[in-house]
Protein backbone atom coordinates (compact mmCIF):
# COMPACT_ATOMS: atom_id res chain seq x y z
CA UNK A 1 0.00 0.00 0.00
CA UNK A 2 1.16 3.22 -1.15
CA UNK A 3 1.03 6.10 1.56
CA UNK A 4 0.72 9.89 0.29
CA UNK A 5 1.58 13.21 2.27
CA UNK A 6 2.38 16.91 1.69
CA UNK A 7 5.64 17.62 3.35
CA UNK A 8 5.94 20.78 5.90
CA UNK A 9 4.84 24.31 4.64
CA UNK A 10 7.78 25.95 3.09
CA UNK A 11 8.62 29.12 5.63
CA UNK A 12 11.49 32.13 5.01
CA UNK A 13 14.70 30.14 5.21
CA UNK A 14 18.45 31.83 4.96
CA UNK A 15 21.86 30.01 5.25
CA UNK A 16 22.32 28.24 2.05
CA UNK A 17 24.77 25.60 0.73
CA UNK A 18 25.09 24.04 -2.72
CA UNK A 19 22.36 21.79 -3.84
CA UNK A 20 23.93 17.74 -5.64
CA UNK A 21 21.81 -3.41 -1.12
CA UNK A 22 19.26 -3.48 2.07
CA UNK A 23 20.07 -5.82 4.62
CA UNK A 24 17.93 -7.18 7.26
CA UNK A 25 17.16 -5.43 10.52
CA UNK A 26 19.50 -6.87 13.47
CA UNK A 27 18.16 -8.71 16.59
CA UNK A 28 19.38 -7.29 19.88
CA UNK A 29 19.17 -3.62 21.36
CA UNK A 30 22.02 -2.68 23.38
CA UNK A 31 20.77 -0.11 26.25
CA UNK A 32 21.22 3.33 24.16
CA UNK A 33 18.63 1.64 21.69
CA UNK A 34 21.13 0.39 18.73
CA UNK A 35 19.85 -2.13 17.01
CA UNK A 36 23.05 -4.56 16.18
CA UNK A 37 23.24 -6.06 13.03
CA UNK A 38 20.58 -3.62 11.67
CA UNK A 39 21.50 -1.71 7.80
CA UNK A 40 19.83 0.55 5.69
CA UNK A 41 20.20 2.11 2.27
CA UNK A 42 19.45 5.63 0.90
CA UNK A 43 20.41 7.17 -2.07
CA UNK A 44 22.13 10.90 -3.09
CA UNK A 45 22.43 12.49 -6.59
CA UNK A 46 25.87 13.46 -5.83
CA UNK A 47 29.36 11.70 -4.44
CA UNK A 48 30.57 12.92 -1.01
CA UNK A 49 34.23 14.84 -2.05
CA UNK A 50 35.32 16.34 1.55
CA UNK A 51 34.74 16.25 5.09
CA UNK A 52 35.10 19.95 5.76
CA UNK A 53 31.58 21.76 4.45
CA UNK A 54 33.00 24.66 5.91
CA UNK A 55 35.36 25.56 2.61
CA UNK A 56 34.27 27.15 -0.64
CA UNK A 57 35.23 23.69 -2.11
CA UNK A 58 33.68 21.93 0.22
CA UNK A 59 30.90 23.48 1.01
CA UNK A 60 27.84 21.36 -0.94
CA UNK A 61 25.31 19.76 0.45
CA UNK A 62 26.41 16.06 -0.64
CA UNK A 63 29.31 16.84 1.85
CA UNK A 64 27.35 18.27 4.23
CA UNK A 65 24.99 15.54 4.50
CA UNK A 66 27.40 13.23 5.80
CA UNK A 67 29.02 15.63 7.55
CA UNK A 68 26.26 16.35 9.98
CA UNK A 69 26.05 12.80 11.00
CA UNK A 70 29.42 12.66 11.61
CA UNK A 71 30.60 15.69 13.15
CA UNK A 72 28.61 16.86 16.30
CA UNK A 73 28.36 20.36 16.96
CA UNK A 74 26.65 23.22 19.75
CA UNK A 75 23.08 23.34 17.76
CA UNK A 76 20.99 22.07 15.15
CA UNK A 77 17.73 22.53 13.08
CA UNK A 78 14.85 20.12 13.54
CA UNK A 79 12.00 19.80 11.02
CA UNK A 80 9.71 22.77 12.52
CA UNK A 81 11.85 24.13 11.94
CA UNK A 82 13.26 25.29 15.24
CA UNK A 83 16.58 25.32 17.06
CA UNK A 84 17.82 22.65 18.91
CA UNK A 85 20.62 23.11 21.56
CA UNK A 86 22.99 19.70 21.67
CA UNK A 87 24.26 20.15 25.54
CA UNK A 88 25.05 16.91 25.19
CA UNK A 89 28.05 18.36 22.93
CA UNK A 90 28.52 21.14 24.48
CA UNK A 91 27.15 24.70 25.85
CA UNK A 92 27.23 28.18 24.78
CA UNK A 93 26.25 31.03 27.03
CA UNK A 94 25.80 34.47 26.68
CA UNK A 95 28.10 35.99 28.60
CA UNK A 96 27.47 39.70 27.84
CA UNK A 97 25.61 41.81 25.31
CA UNK A 98 28.07 44.54 24.69
CA UNK A 99 30.64 43.59 23.37
CA UNK A 100 28.79 40.80 22.67
CA UNK A 101 30.57 37.77 24.29
CA UNK A 102 29.87 34.13 23.82
CA UNK A 103 31.66 31.43 26.05
CA UNK A 104 31.56 27.65 24.40
CA UNK A 105 32.00 24.86 26.44
CA UNK A 106 32.86 21.31 25.27
CA UNK A 107 30.93 18.52 27.42
CA UNK A 108 32.78 16.34 29.93
CA UNK A 109 33.42 12.84 28.08
CA UNK A 110 32.70 13.93 24.34
CA UNK A 111 35.40 12.22 22.18
CA UNK A 112 36.93 11.64 18.99
CA UNK A 113 36.06 8.42 17.27
CA UNK A 114 40.23 7.46 18.25
CA UNK A 115 39.05 8.38 21.50
CA UNK A 116 40.98 11.60 21.89
CA UNK A 117 38.99 14.12 23.74
CA UNK A 118 37.10 17.00 21.86
CA UNK A 119 38.59 19.81 23.20
CA UNK A 120 39.32 23.91 23.57
CA UNK A 121 42.26 23.46 20.68
CA UNK A 122 39.84 21.80 18.41
CA UNK A 123 37.48 25.21 19.40
CA UNK A 124 40.24 27.74 18.72
CA UNK A 125 41.40 26.12 15.28
CA UNK A 126 37.41 26.54 14.42
CA UNK A 127 37.99 30.09 15.33
CA UNK A 128 41.01 30.90 13.83
CA UNK A 129 39.92 29.11 10.32
CA UNK A 130 36.27 30.62 10.80
CA UNK A 131 37.27 34.38 11.38
CA UNK A 132 40.82 34.51 9.31
CA UNK A 133 41.89 36.86 11.89
CA UNK A 134 45.64 35.29 11.32
CA UNK A 135 45.33 35.26 7.28
CA UNK A 136 48.16 36.52 5.66
CA UNK A 137 47.13 40.49 4.41
CA UNK A 138 45.46 41.07 0.81
CA UNK A 139 46.87 37.20 -0.44
CA UNK A 140 44.45 36.15 -3.47
CA UNK A 141 44.21 32.48 -4.18
CA UNK A 142 42.66 33.01 -7.24
CA UNK A 143 46.06 32.38 -9.02
CA UNK A 144 46.15 28.80 -7.28
CA UNK A 145 42.61 27.69 -8.36
CA UNK A 146 42.92 24.80 -10.94
CA UNK A 147 39.95 25.42 -13.11
CA UNK A 148 39.16 21.89 -14.07
CA UNK A 149 38.67 20.43 -10.59
CA UNK A 150 37.90 23.72 -7.88
CA UNK A 151 40.95 22.89 -5.71
CA UNK A 152 44.00 24.58 -5.29
CA UNK A 153 46.93 23.98 -7.65
CA UNK A 154 50.77 22.48 -5.90
CA UNK A 155 51.99 25.94 -6.74
CA UNK A 156 50.01 27.53 -4.04
CA UNK A 157 52.75 29.09 -1.45
CA UNK A 158 53.62 27.45 1.28
CA UNK A 159 54.59 31.01 3.27
CA UNK A 160 51.25 32.11 3.30
CA UNK A 161 48.27 31.84 5.89
CA UNK A 162 44.63 31.58 3.97
CA UNK A 163 42.08 29.65 5.43
CA UNK A 164 39.41 29.29 2.87
CA UNK A 165 36.61 30.12 5.10
CA UNK A 166 35.08 32.83 2.87
CA UNK A 167 34.69 34.96 6.38
CA UNK A 168 34.79 38.52 6.19
CA UNK A 169 35.73 41.36 8.37
CA UNK A 170 32.25 42.64 8.92
CA UNK A 171 30.24 39.20 9.19
CA UNK A 172 29.92 36.53 11.63
CA UNK A 173 33.27 35.38 12.97
CA UNK A 174 35.22 37.82 11.16
CA UNK A 175 34.20 39.94 13.43
CA UNK A 176 35.85 38.41 16.48
CA UNK A 177 39.24 39.44 15.54
CA UNK A 178 40.51 39.12 19.20
CA UNK A 179 42.56 35.61 19.81
CA UNK A 180 39.65 33.72 22.33
CA UNK A 181 40.48 32.76 25.82
CA UNK A 182 40.79 29.39 27.06
CA UNK A 183 39.81 28.25 30.73
CA UNK A 184 42.60 26.76 32.60
CA UNK A 185 40.25 23.01 32.07
CA UNK A 186 41.31 23.40 28.50
CA UNK A 187 37.01 23.12 27.38
CA UNK A 188 36.02 26.33 26.93
CA UNK A 189 36.82 29.59 24.43
CA UNK A 190 35.33 32.91 24.71
CA UNK A 191 34.65 34.83 21.75
CA UNK A 192 33.97 38.13 22.05
CA UNK A 193 32.74 40.35 18.61
CA UNK A 194 33.76 43.84 17.95
CA UNK A 195 30.29 44.45 17.20
CA UNK A 196 26.57 43.28 18.16
CA UNK A 197 25.66 40.44 15.56
CA UNK A 198 22.09 39.02 14.98
CA UNK A 199 22.83 35.75 14.54
CA UNK A 200 25.53 34.58 16.62
CA UNK A 201 24.21 31.87 17.25
CA UNK A 202 24.60 30.12 14.33
CA UNK A 203 28.60 31.31 14.01
CA UNK A 204 29.93 28.11 15.48
CA UNK A 205 29.60 25.03 13.49
CA UNK A 206 31.26 21.48 13.84
CA UNK A 207 34.64 21.68 14.47
CA UNK A 208 37.66 19.45 12.92
CA UNK A 209 40.14 17.78 14.98
CA UNK A 210 43.09 19.79 16.23
CA UNK A 211 45.74 17.06 16.61
CA UNK A 212 44.92 15.68 13.28
CA UNK A 213 45.60 19.12 11.54
CA UNK A 214 49.00 19.53 14.04
CA UNK A 215 50.24 16.20 13.56
CA UNK A 216 49.71 16.58 9.93
CA UNK A 217 51.05 20.19 9.19
CA UNK A 218 53.93 20.48 11.47
CA UNK A 219 55.01 16.54 11.17
CA UNK A 220 54.06 15.82 15.26
CA UNK A 221 52.98 12.55 16.33
CA UNK A 222 51.98 12.91 19.40
CA UNK A 223 48.10 13.80 20.24
CA UNK A 224 48.27 15.94 22.77
CA UNK A 225 51.52 17.80 21.65
CA UNK A 226 49.96 18.17 18.14
CA UNK A 227 47.14 19.96 20.29
CA UNK A 228 49.16 21.95 22.00
CA UNK A 229 51.54 22.99 19.12
CA UNK A 230 48.59 24.36 17.26
CA UNK A 231 47.24 26.32 20.18
CA UNK A 232 50.46 27.74 20.25
CA UNK A 233 50.85 28.86 16.86
CA UNK A 234 47.54 30.15 17.09
CA UNK A 235 48.12 32.49 20.42
CA UNK A 236 51.20 33.91 19.24
CA UNK A 237 50.02 34.14 15.82
CA UNK A 238 53.08 32.12 14.30
CA UNK A 239 52.93 32.51 10.53
CA UNK A 240 55.47 30.24 10.15
CA UNK A 241 53.31 27.22 11.74
CA UNK A 242 49.98 29.20 10.90
CA UNK A 243 51.06 28.58 6.86
CA UNK A 244 50.67 24.36 6.78
CA UNK A 245 47.69 24.10 9.45
CA UNK A 246 45.84 26.62 7.38
CA UNK A 247 46.88 24.55 4.01
CA UNK A 248 45.65 20.71 5.75
CA UNK A 249 43.02 22.27 7.03
CA UNK A 250 41.99 23.43 3.62
CA UNK A 251 42.15 20.24 1.66
CA UNK A 252 43.20 17.46 4.41
CA UNK A 253 39.96 16.48 4.62
CA UNK A 254 39.31 16.25 1.27
CA UNK A 255 38.92 12.70 -0.50
CA UNK A 256 36.76 11.45 -2.69
CA UNK A 257 37.56 7.18 -1.60
CA UNK A 258 38.41 6.27 2.08
CA UNK A 259 42.02 7.26 2.69
CA UNK A 260 44.72 5.58 3.97
CA UNK A 261 44.63 7.36 7.46
CA UNK A 262 41.85 6.67 9.02
CA UNK A 263 42.46 9.97 11.50
CA UNK A 264 41.58 12.09 8.56
CA UNK A 265 37.72 11.00 8.81
CA UNK A 266 37.29 11.29 12.53
CA UNK A 267 34.05 11.78 13.90
CA UNK A 268 32.21 12.86 16.57
CA UNK A 269 28.64 12.93 15.63
CA UNK A 270 26.37 9.47 16.21
CA UNK A 271 28.04 7.96 13.22
CA UNK A 272 31.24 7.38 11.58
CA UNK A 273 32.19 6.76 7.96
CA UNK A 274 33.56 2.69 8.37
CA UNK A 275 33.73 2.09 4.50
CA UNK A 276 33.79 4.95 1.06
CA UNK A 277 34.14 3.48 -2.72
CA UNK A 278 34.99 6.42 -5.33
CA UNK A 279 31.28 7.33 -6.94
CA UNK A 280 29.71 4.00 -5.32
CA UNK A 281 28.45 4.73 -2.07
CA UNK A 282 30.06 5.65 1.39
CA UNK A 283 28.74 3.91 4.60
CA UNK A 284 28.43 4.90 8.16
CA UNK A 285 28.40 2.80 11.07
CA UNK A 286 27.24 4.12 14.61
CA UNK A 287 30.53 5.78 16.02
CA UNK A 288 30.83 3.31 19.54
CA UNK A 289 32.83 6.84 21.22
CA UNK A 290 29.83 8.61 20.70
CA UNK A 291 28.04 9.69 23.90
CA UNK A 292 25.07 11.89 23.07
CA UNK A 293 21.46 12.42 23.09
CA UNK A 294 21.14 11.26 19.13
CA UNK A 295 22.65 8.01 19.93
CA UNK A 296 21.75 5.94 16.75
CA UNK A 297 19.13 2.98 16.09
CA UNK A 298 20.31 1.22 13.29
CA UNK A 299 23.93 0.14 13.35
CA UNK A 300 25.10 0.81 9.81
CA UNK A 301 23.74 3.45 7.03
CA UNK A 302 25.32 2.91 3.37
CA UNK A 303 24.36 5.88 1.41
CA UNK A 304 24.67 5.20 -2.63
CA UNK A 305 25.51 7.80 -5.30
CA UNK A 306 23.13 7.54 -7.64
CA UNK A 307 22.89 10.49 -10.26
CA UNK A 308 19.65 9.63 -12.10
CA UNK A 309 16.45 10.13 -10.52
CA UNK A 310 14.76 7.48 -12.38
CA UNK A 311 17.54 4.72 -11.91
CA UNK A 312 17.26 5.43 -7.89
CA UNK A 313 13.16 5.00 -8.18
CA UNK A 314 13.92 1.61 -9.85
CA UNK A 315 17.05 0.73 -6.92
CA UNK A 316 13.95 1.23 -4.49
CA UNK A 317 11.41 -0.65 -6.42
CA UNK A 318 14.19 -3.76 -6.86
CA UNK A 319 14.85 -3.28 -2.91
CA UNK A 320 18.27 -2.16 -3.66
CA UNK A 321 17.61 1.29 -1.57
CA UNK A 322 14.83 1.84 1.48
CA UNK A 323 15.29 5.72 1.25
CA UNK A 324 15.15 8.13 -2.25
CA UNK A 325 15.02 11.29 -2.27
CA UNK A 326 15.97 12.85 -5.99
CA UNK A 327 15.26 15.82 -7.48
CA UNK A 328 11.95 15.46 -8.77
CA UNK A 329 10.44 15.50 -12.73
CA UNK A 330 7.27 14.65 -14.17
CA UNK A 331 8.71 11.59 -14.99
CA UNK A 332 9.86 10.52 -11.08
CA UNK A 333 6.08 11.64 -10.07
CA UNK A 334 4.68 9.10 -12.66
CA UNK A 335 7.37 6.49 -11.72
CA UNK A 336 6.71 6.45 -7.85
CA UNK A 337 2.87 6.44 -8.72
CA UNK A 338 3.42 3.01 -10.24
CA UNK A 339 5.34 1.19 -7.20
CA UNK A 340 3.81 -0.32 -3.98
CA UNK A 341 4.88 -0.37 -0.79
CA UNK A 342 6.19 2.82 -0.25
CA UNK A 343 5.64 5.76 1.14
CA UNK A 344 5.84 8.93 -1.01
CA UNK A 345 5.83 12.83 0.48
CA UNK A 346 6.30 15.97 -1.51
CA UNK A 347 6.02 19.49 -0.96
CA UNK A 348 8.15 22.71 -1.95
CA UNK A 349 11.69 22.27 -0.65
CA UNK A 350 13.86 25.46 0.90
CA UNK A 351 15.94 25.13 -2.22
CA UNK A 352 15.67 27.57 -5.13
CA UNK A 353 17.07 27.07 -8.65
CA UNK A 354 18.93 30.39 -10.10
CA UNK A 355 21.67 31.15 -12.64
CA UNK A 356 24.55 33.77 -11.59
CA UNK A 357 26.49 35.26 -14.39
CA UNK A 358 29.99 35.93 -13.77
CA UNK A 359 30.60 39.24 -13.26
CA UNK A 360 34.50 38.89 -13.10
CA UNK A 361 37.15 35.88 -14.42
CA UNK A 362 34.94 34.51 -16.76
CA UNK A 363 35.86 31.61 -19.57
CA UNK A 364 34.59 34.19 -22.30
CA UNK A 365 37.72 35.87 -23.92
CA UNK A 366 36.11 39.35 -23.41
CA UNK A 367 34.92 38.48 -19.82
CA UNK A 368 31.61 38.91 -21.17
CA UNK A 369 29.42 39.60 -18.11
CA UNK A 370 31.79 42.22 -16.90
CA UNK A 371 29.26 44.16 -19.11
CA UNK A 372 26.11 45.24 -17.62
CA UNK A 373 24.23 45.33 -21.39
CA UNK A 374 25.36 41.81 -21.73
CA UNK A 375 23.81 40.71 -18.31
CA UNK A 376 20.71 42.48 -19.29
CA UNK A 377 20.36 40.88 -22.08
CA UNK A 378 21.26 37.31 -21.04
CA UNK A 379 18.79 37.51 -18.09
CA UNK A 380 16.39 38.45 -21.00
CA UNK A 381 16.45 35.18 -22.84
CA UNK A 382 16.39 32.95 -20.24
CA UNK A 383 13.45 31.20 -20.28
CA UNK A 384 12.25 31.05 -17.06
CA UNK A 385 8.32 30.69 -17.28
CA UNK A 386 8.83 27.70 -19.62
CA UNK A 387 10.80 25.97 -17.56
CA UNK A 388 8.48 26.11 -14.66
CA UNK A 389 5.69 25.41 -17.02
CA UNK A 390 7.23 22.33 -19.09
CA UNK A 391 9.65 20.92 -16.08
CA UNK A 392 8.00 21.52 -12.60
CA UNK A 393 4.25 22.21 -12.81
CA UNK A 394 3.73 18.58 -14.08
CA UNK A 395 5.09 17.32 -10.71
CA UNK A 396 3.60 20.09 -8.12
CA UNK A 397 0.66 21.38 -10.13
CA UNK A 398 -0.49 25.27 -9.64
CA UNK A 399 1.93 25.17 -6.58
CA UNK A 400 5.00 25.78 -9.18
CA UNK A 401 5.66 29.23 -9.61
CA UNK A 402 8.19 31.56 -10.80
CA UNK A 403 10.48 33.10 -7.48
CA UNK A 404 10.94 36.57 -8.19
CA UNK A 405 12.99 37.47 -5.07
CA UNK A 406 17.22 36.83 -4.75
CA UNK A 407 16.17 37.13 -0.76
CA UNK A 408 12.75 36.20 -0.06
CA UNK A 409 10.72 33.11 -0.18
CA UNK A 410 7.81 33.06 -1.87
CA UNK A 411 4.97 33.40 0.50
CA UNK A 412 7.52 34.75 3.20
CA UNK A 413 6.60 38.13 4.77
CA UNK A 414 8.19 41.06 2.51
CA UNK A 415 8.21 39.00 -0.59
CA UNK A 416 5.18 40.58 -2.54
CA UNK A 417 6.30 43.91 -1.53
CA UNK A 418 9.97 42.85 -2.71
CA UNK A 419 8.82 41.87 -5.95
CA UNK A 420 6.73 44.51 -6.70
CA UNK A 421 9.85 47.38 -6.19
CA UNK A 422 12.61 45.17 -7.82
CA UNK A 423 12.94 44.41 -11.53
CA UNK A 424 12.37 40.87 -11.57
CA UNK A 425 8.78 41.70 -13.62
CA UNK A 426 11.43 42.19 -16.70
CA UNK A 427 12.28 38.91 -17.03
CA UNK A 428 9.03 37.49 -16.58
CA UNK A 429 9.07 36.53 -20.30
CA UNK A 430 11.53 35.72 -22.71
CA UNK A 431 12.41 39.22 -24.73
CA UNK A 432 14.64 38.33 -27.85
CA UNK A 433 14.27 41.73 -29.61
CA UNK A 434 14.96 43.36 -26.41
CA UNK A 435 17.89 41.37 -25.49
CA UNK A 436 19.39 41.33 -29.27
CA UNK A 437 19.25 44.76 -28.82
CA UNK A 438 21.15 45.35 -25.88
CA UNK A 439 23.84 42.94 -27.10
CA UNK A 440 24.72 45.13 -29.78
CA UNK A 441 24.73 48.02 -28.12
CA UNK A 442 27.19 46.04 -25.64
CA UNK A 443 29.88 46.44 -28.33
CA UNK A 444 30.65 42.84 -27.30
CA UNK A 445 32.16 40.38 -29.89
CA UNK A 446 32.63 36.96 -28.64
CA UNK A 447 29.05 35.98 -27.95
CA UNK A 448 29.98 32.63 -26.74
CA UNK A 449 28.49 31.90 -22.80
CA UNK A 450 29.84 28.60 -21.26
CA UNK A 451 27.10 27.39 -18.45
CA UNK A 452 28.17 25.27 -15.75
CA UNK A 453 25.61 22.61 -14.26
CA UNK A 454 25.08 19.33 -13.39
CA UNK A 455 25.79 16.86 -16.49
CA UNK A 456 24.14 14.15 -14.69
CA UNK A 457 20.86 15.82 -13.47
CA UNK A 458 18.20 15.74 -16.08
CA UNK A 459 16.67 18.15 -15.34
CA UNK A 460 19.30 20.48 -15.70
CA UNK A 461 20.28 18.92 -18.66
CA UNK A 462 16.86 20.25 -19.90
CA UNK A 463 17.01 23.80 -18.29
CA UNK A 464 20.79 24.18 -20.06
CA UNK A 465 18.74 23.23 -23.49
CA UNK A 466 16.20 25.25 -22.89
CA UNK A 467 18.31 28.11 -21.82
CA UNK A 468 20.89 27.38 -25.26
CA UNK A 469 17.74 27.25 -27.18
CA UNK A 470 16.43 30.92 -26.35
CA UNK A 471 19.68 32.55 -26.40
CA UNK A 472 20.31 31.34 -29.46
CA UNK A 473 17.85 33.49 -30.91
CA UNK A 474 19.39 36.58 -29.65
CA UNK A 475 22.87 35.81 -31.05
CA UNK A 476 24.47 33.96 -27.78
CA UNK A 477 26.50 31.08 -28.41
CA UNK A 478 25.51 29.14 -25.85
CA UNK A 479 27.95 26.38 -25.13
CA UNK A 480 28.34 23.36 -22.26
CA UNK A 481 30.83 23.46 -19.30
CA UNK A 482 28.24 21.10 -17.80
CA UNK A 483 30.18 18.42 -15.14
CA UNK A 484 29.68 15.69 -12.54
CA UNK A 485 31.73 17.42 -10.85
CA UNK A 486 30.01 20.95 -11.14
CA UNK A 487 30.05 21.63 -7.20
CA UNK A 488 33.57 21.84 -6.69
CA UNK A 489 34.34 23.87 -9.69
CA UNK A 490 31.55 26.67 -8.64
CA UNK A 491 33.69 29.85 -7.97
CA UNK A 492 36.76 28.70 -10.30
CA UNK A 493 38.49 31.60 -12.21
CA UNK A 494 38.30 30.97 -15.82
CA UNK A 495 36.27 27.84 -15.70
CA UNK A 496 32.53 29.03 -16.71
CA UNK A 497 30.55 32.15 -17.89
CA UNK A 498 27.40 31.20 -16.09
CA UNK A 499 26.36 28.87 -13.44
CA UNK A 500 22.81 26.89 -13.49
CA UNK A 501 22.56 25.36 -9.85
CA UNK A 502 20.23 25.55 -6.54
CA UNK A 503 20.78 26.99 -3.01
CA UNK A 504 19.65 25.33 0.11
CA UNK A 505 18.87 26.84 3.18
CA UNK A 506 20.48 25.60 6.07
CA UNK A 507 19.36 27.76 9.19
CA UNK A 508 16.24 30.45 9.81
CA UNK A 509 19.18 32.98 9.52
CA UNK A 510 18.58 36.82 8.59
CA UNK A 511 22.00 36.87 7.63
CA UNK A 512 22.99 33.50 6.34
CA UNK A 513 22.33 34.11 2.47
CA UNK A 514 23.94 37.46 2.80
CA UNK A 515 27.44 35.84 1.79
CA UNK A 516 26.33 34.66 -1.21
CA UNK A 517 26.23 38.63 -2.14
CA UNK A 518 29.08 39.99 0.31
CA UNK A 519 32.03 40.88 -1.21
CA UNK A 520 34.57 37.89 -0.81
CA UNK A 521 31.77 36.02 0.52
CA UNK A 522 32.17 32.16 0.94
CA UNK A 523 28.96 31.75 -1.44
CA UNK A 524 30.02 35.05 -3.45
CA UNK A 525 30.99 32.62 -6.42
CA UNK A 526 30.89 35.26 -9.03
CA UNK A 527 33.02 37.85 -7.82
CA UNK A 528 29.95 40.58 -7.70
CA UNK A 529 30.27 43.43 -5.62
CA UNK A 530 28.18 46.37 -4.69
CA UNK A 531 29.39 49.03 -2.20
CA UNK A 532 25.70 49.60 -0.80
CA UNK A 533 24.55 46.12 -0.98
CA UNK A 534 27.81 45.16 1.34
CA UNK A 535 27.10 48.35 3.78
CA UNK A 536 23.61 46.97 3.88
CA UNK A 537 24.83 43.31 4.53
CA UNK A 538 26.92 45.25 7.37
CA UNK A 539 23.31 47.04 8.85
CA UNK A 540 21.59 43.75 8.64
CA UNK A 541 24.25 42.16 10.76
CA UNK A 542 23.75 43.75 13.69
CA UNK A 543 19.61 44.76 13.31
CA UNK A 544 17.78 42.74 16.13
CA UNK A 545 14.29 44.71 14.28
CA UNK A 546 12.39 42.60 12.22
CA UNK A 547 10.79 45.41 10.49
CA UNK A 548 14.08 46.75 9.68
CA UNK A 549 15.35 43.86 8.73
CA UNK A 550 12.77 43.20 6.10
CA UNK A 551 12.87 46.86 4.14
CA UNK A 552 16.74 46.59 4.33
CA UNK A 553 16.57 42.98 2.65
CA UNK A 554 13.91 44.85 0.04
CA UNK A 555 16.22 47.23 -1.21
CA UNK A 556 19.04 44.77 -1.55
CA UNK A 557 17.11 42.78 -3.20
CA UNK A 558 16.15 45.35 -5.44
CA UNK A 559 19.67 46.57 -6.11
CA UNK A 560 20.45 42.81 -6.79
CA UNK A 561 17.94 42.87 -9.95
CA UNK A 562 19.34 46.15 -10.97
CA UNK A 563 23.08 44.89 -10.97
CA UNK A 564 21.45 42.31 -13.71
CA UNK A 565 23.33 39.95 -10.81
CA UNK A 566 21.34 36.96 -12.51
CA UNK A 567 17.74 35.16 -12.88
CA UNK A 568 15.79 33.03 -9.87
CA UNK A 569 13.51 30.23 -11.24
CA UNK A 570 11.72 28.47 -9.28
CA UNK A 571 11.53 27.34 -5.48
CA UNK A 572 12.47 23.16 -5.77
CA UNK A 573 9.57 20.55 -5.53
CA UNK A 574 10.40 17.88 -3.29
CA UNK A 575 10.30 14.51 -2.99
CA UNK A 576 11.21 11.72 -0.29
CA UNK A 577 10.05 7.94 -1.03
CA UNK A 578 10.87 5.23 1.39
CA UNK A 579 9.93 1.81 1.58
CA UNK A 580 7.78 -0.16 4.17
CA UNK A 581 10.91 -1.67 5.86
CA UNK A 582 12.03 1.79 7.22
CA UNK A 583 10.56 4.29 9.36
CA UNK A 584 11.10 7.15 11.33
CA UNK A 585 11.26 9.79 8.31
CA UNK A 586 10.23 13.24 8.27
CA UNK A 587 11.99 15.50 5.89
CA UNK A 588 12.70 19.02 6.97
CA UNK A 589 12.89 21.78 4.55
CA UNK A 590 16.03 23.03 5.49
CA UNK A 591 19.60 21.05 4.98
CA UNK A 592 20.15 18.16 5.78
CA UNK A 593 16.60 17.63 4.00
CA UNK A 594 15.63 13.58 5.30
CA UNK A 595 18.63 13.28 7.16
CA UNK A 596 18.13 15.28 9.83
CA UNK A 597 16.99 12.67 12.43
CA UNK A 598 18.71 9.95 10.95
CA UNK A 599 19.76 8.75 14.25
CA UNK A 600 15.78 8.18 14.77
CA UNK A 601 15.55 5.96 11.87
CA UNK A 602 14.50 2.21 12.21
CA UNK A 603 14.09 -0.68 10.65
CA UNK A 604 10.07 -2.21 10.72
CA UNK A 605 8.82 -5.44 11.16
CA UNK A 606 8.82 -6.14 7.85
CA UNK A 607 12.12 -5.45 7.62
CA UNK A 608 13.38 -7.33 10.39
CA UNK A 609 14.61 -11.61 9.52
CA UNK A 610 11.67 -13.72 10.49
CA UNK A 611 12.44 -16.74 12.85
CA UNK A 612 12.37 -20.41 11.53
Not at 239 to 266: M, Q, V
Not at 405 to 417: H, K, N, R, T, W
Not at 426 to 434: F, M, R, T
Request: proline share 5%.
Amino acid sequence: MKRISAAVALTAAGALVISGCAAGGGEEVDDSGLVEGSSITAAWNQPFYSMNGNTSFGNATANNNINYLTLDGFNYYNNTPELVKNESFGSYELVSEDPLTVKYTIADGVNWSDGTPVDAADLLLNWAALSRSLDTPDFDPNDFTDPDTGEFTESFPTDVVYFDSGATPDSGLGLVKETPEITDDGRSITLVYDKPFVDWELQFPSPLPAHVVGKNALGLDDNEEAKTAVIEAIESNDAEALAPISSFWNSGFNFTELPDDPERYLATGPYMISDFVADQFITLTANPEYKGENAANIEEITIRFIPDPLAAVQALENGEVDIISPQATADIKTALDGIDSITVLTGLEGTYEHVDLQFDQGKNTQNIFSNAKAREAFMKVIPRAEIVETLIKPIIGDDAILRDSQLFVPGAEGYDESVANNTSADYAEVDIEGAKALLAESGITDTSVCILYSSTNPRRVNEFALIQASAAQAGFNVTDCGSPEWGGLLGTPGAYDASLFGWQSTSLGVTNSLPTFETGGINNLNFYSNERVDEIISELNGTFDAETQIELQQEMDKLLWEDFYGVTIFQFPGVTAFSDRVEGIDPSILAPTIFWNAWDWAVTDEGAPEEE
